[in-house]
C-alpha cells in the first residue's frame, strides 16, 4: 500500500482554519499509512517511537508554534548526531567490518590483477595511490 499524496500547502491551509478535526484525521491516516507501508520492523518500530513520542508532545497544552519550534531543534539534533557518525566514518574511511575484507586484502588481491586500490580520502588530499 503506498501513501497517500500529502495535498498542497493551501488546501492544508483551509483544513487547519476551517476543520482542524479534519486536518487530524488526515494526519493520523497519513501517518498510519507511512507506518504499514514500512516493510523494515527495526525502522517501523522506530517510526511507531517516534510518532508516540510527536503525539505525547502534542497533547502537553504547547502553543502550536512552541511544538514547531521543539520539533526543529529535536530535528536539528539529530542531523547533528548523523554528521557526527559520518564524519567518523570518513576519519577512518576503512575499518574493519565482519565478514568484509580488509584494505589490505584488497590492495593484495588487486596487485594480483594488475590493478589499483585508491582510498578516496587520499585522493581528495592528493596523495598517490601506493
Do not use: W
Not at 6 to 34: G, H, Q, V, Y
Amino acid at each position: 500500500m503506498r501513501p497517500s499524496a500529502l495535498p498542497c500547502f493551501d488546501e492544508l491551509l483551509e483544513l487547519a482554519r476551517n476543520s482542524p478535526e479534519d486536518l487530524e484525521a488526515l494526519r493520523r491516516k497519513m501517518t498510519s499509512e507511512i507506518l504499514n507501508s514500512t516493510l523494515d520492523n527495526d525502522m517501523r518500530q522506530r517510526l511507531e517511537q517516534l510518532a508516540f513520542r510527536i503525539d505525547a508532545e502534542r497533547r502537553s497544552g504547547r502553543p502550536p508554534l512552541a511544538l514547531c519550534i521543539h520539533y526543529s531543534s529535536l530535528m536539528h539534533s539529530q542531523l547533528a548526531h548523523l554528521s557526527q557518525e559520518l564524519s567518523k566514518l570518513f576519519n577512518n574511511p576503512c575499518p574493519q567490518q565482519p565478514g568484509k575484507p580488509l584494505l589490505g586484502e584488497l590492495k593484495q588481491k588487486a596487485q594480483q590483477k594488475n590493478s589499483k586500490v585508491i582510498c578516496l580520502d587520499q585522493y581528495r588530499k592528493g596523495q598517490k595511490p601506493a
